[in-house]
């Protein structure tokens, strides 16, 4: 998982989303207003605010969660997006509590391990059981004599004895095995079998014996075949159940595992610098970072009321051209820059809304060829972010353009002296007005960051590798052992001719787009004045009167709230 986030900053030298109020060149693509500078460096902005709290133990974990909770109440949707411990051995108590805690964890995730590692092992075998009764029903499917023959003679008839089997009379009659295979189901009397394969009669009665033992066996043994193999089946289904139920239970464990995470481990140098953190001292410290946002609509005096019905779509789409390329899939200023699996190649039919892996030639719904070149990110957000958006889940709404975004980072220390313990907490907030674009890509970076977390555990697991799974791995390590050599249909002669001719007409028609054709006369050329995007660019007037001051009314009111919990 990165460990940096893609904050906001004020600088296009920095990596993060370029802050651009009141004038930026950008303003109307986007909009962003908030602090830049970390918290306790004075700049020009009323939007942050540092506020710090000491008291006893528990008092400042109560103005916590009251804060969090308040908030909640209030409209704003709260997301944990970072989160680590230090205790100091010195402190005993709680030092031991965390440690213990962790160990136990620990332990149950072994246990867990060593179970799903067993009930692999299990279904493993019942896979080589499943695999061989299913090659047995492939045989009477396809009516494949010959096989089942060969399977009644090494491992049926081979057991009734020296000197009975046909294997053992062999030397005898050495044709005997391949007169016997040549055999059809109504060849059950001798002399029937004396005319038709010119052998001799005693031969031939005991190619009769064995061919009504075989005719015998084989119904027999399709009926065992087949109740075997629905038991296997179900047997298999029940491991592969069971080792999926393992793995789902192992994950809130091995979540709450890496959240206890030492300080010293994460941030090594923020370890050594904090004032807290006195040698011989029990101390224990605690950072979490948080993000909140709420829909905010500007409040203009005799404007019409509007309504949104139930279903409602986007106002204008939040996942515009300009943020794709810049602030996602852009490989040095983008989210694409921590999470290059951002930019896997995918192929997208217009037509039937679905995306697929990027060798696809044809949409498997509707038969096109015409697919889009697209991205994992384009994936995404069409089939995550917007639905939930449109749903109107975590505190999205189609029908608001703008928010105010909470950047909040808590850090909590506590110490235990001779004359008592102590609990300290500071809250670092920084207010933002951004548009709906500008969210969309913070609520990818929280995706990212969670699908980082989710490999993560699969990769303890031994599911995926890095957003590859197991079993594409060995395919791409033996192509010719794990993947079917498939010939070219006709169809697929013609697809690839279709996808060839498509490429070149696309590179003649970006040449074309190149080409600079000649303007009109100066005196004919209409000049127009329009703005560069769909958002606010009136900073004095629009932004400030109608954005910036419903937002900071809501800043202010968390302010006060936690001085009123403080008893301030």
Not at 522 to 531: D, G, I, Q, S
Request: proline share 5%.
């Amino acid at each position: 998982m990165a460990d940096k986030l893609f904050e906001f900053v004020d600088s296009d030298e920095k990596w993060g989303i370029r802050m651009n109020v009141p004038a930026h060149p950008t303003l109307g693509l986007y909009v962003c207003s908030g602090p830049g500078k970390p918290p306790g460096i004075e700049e020009e902005c009323n939007q942050t605010v540092s506020f710090n709290f000491t008291g006893p133990p528990g008092t400042a974990s109560a103005i916590y969660y009251a804060l969090v909770f308040q908030m909640s109440k209030w409209g704003c949707n709260v997301e944990k997006v970072d989160e680590w411990i230090e205790v100091s051995p010195t402190h005993r108590e709680y030092y031991e509590r965390t440690m213990a805690q962790k160990q136990v964890l620990e332990g149950v995730i072994k246990s867990g391990l060593a179970s799903a590692a067993s009930a692999v092992a299990d279904y493993e075998l019942v896979q080589h059981d499943l695999r061989k009764y299913q090659e047995v029903l492939n045989y009477f499917k396809k009516k494949d004599e010959h096989s089942l023959k060969a399977m009644f003679i090494d491992q049926v008839d081979i057991h009734t004895g020296e000197g009975v089997s046909m294997r053992s009379i062999a030397p005898r009659w050495p044709t005997i095995i391949a007169d016997f295979i040549r055999l059809k189901d109504e060849y059950t009397d001798p002399d029937v079998i004396k005319n038709k394969l010119g052998v001799s009669r005693p031969e031939a009665v005991i190619l009769a014996t064995k061919n009504r033992l075989y005719i015998e066996w084989k119904k027999t043994f399709l009926d065992v075949a087949k109740l075997r193999y629905e038991t296997l089946k179900g047997l298999a289904n029940a491991r592969k159940k069971s080792i999926e139920e393992y793995r789902n239970w192992l994950r809130p464990h091995i979540a709450r595992f890496k959240a206890i995470k030492l300080g010293g481990a994460v941030r090594p140098t923020e370890a050594f610098k904090s004032f807290a953190d006195v040698t011989g001292m029990s101390t224990f410290a605690n950072s979490i970072r948080l993000y909140a946002w709420k829909s905010l609509r500007p409040l203009e005096i005799r404007k019409a009321a509007v309504e949104f019905k139930p279903g409602e779509k986007f106002v204008i789409d939040p996942y515009d051209e300009y943020m794709r390329s810049t602030y996602v899939l852009d490989p040095e200023r983008g989210l694409a820059k921590a999470y290059p699996w951002l930019r896997e190649e995918r192929k997208y039919c217009g037509r039937c809304k679905k995306y697929y892996p990027a060798d696809t030639l044809k949409c498997t719904k509707c038969g096109g060829v015409s697919l889009e070149d697209r991205f994992r990110a384009d994936e995404i957000v069409d089939t995550v972010i917007k639905p939930d958006w449109l749903a109107k889940r975590h505190g999205l709404n189609p029908g608001e353009l703008y928010y105010v975004f909470f950047d909040i980072d808590v850090e909590r220390y506590g110490t235990r002296l001779t004359v008592g313990e102590v609990e300290d907490i500071t809250f670092n907030i920084k207010t933002y007005l951004i548009s709906q674009n500008v969210l969309l890509v913070k609520v990818l970076e929280l995706y990212c960051r969670e699908k980082e977390f989710e490999q993560y555990i699969e990769e303890i697991l031994g599911v995926k590798l890095r957003e590859e799974s197991i079993t594409d791995i060995v395919r791409r390590e033996y192509p010719s052992l794990f993947e079917e050599e498939k010939k070219p249909s006709e169809w697929d002669k013609f697809e690839k001719w279709i996808t060839e001719l498509r490429k070149s007409v696309t590179g003649i028609s970006a040449v074309t787009k190149k080409i600079k054709v000649p303007v009109k006369p100066p005196e004919k050329r209409v000049f127009m004045f329009v703005r560069p995007g769909p958002y606010e660019t009136e900073f004095k007037e629009r932004i400030t009167q109608q954005y910036l001051n419903p937002a900071g009314a809501l800043f202010t009111a968390i302010k006060e709230f936690l001085k009123t919990k403080a008893g301030m």
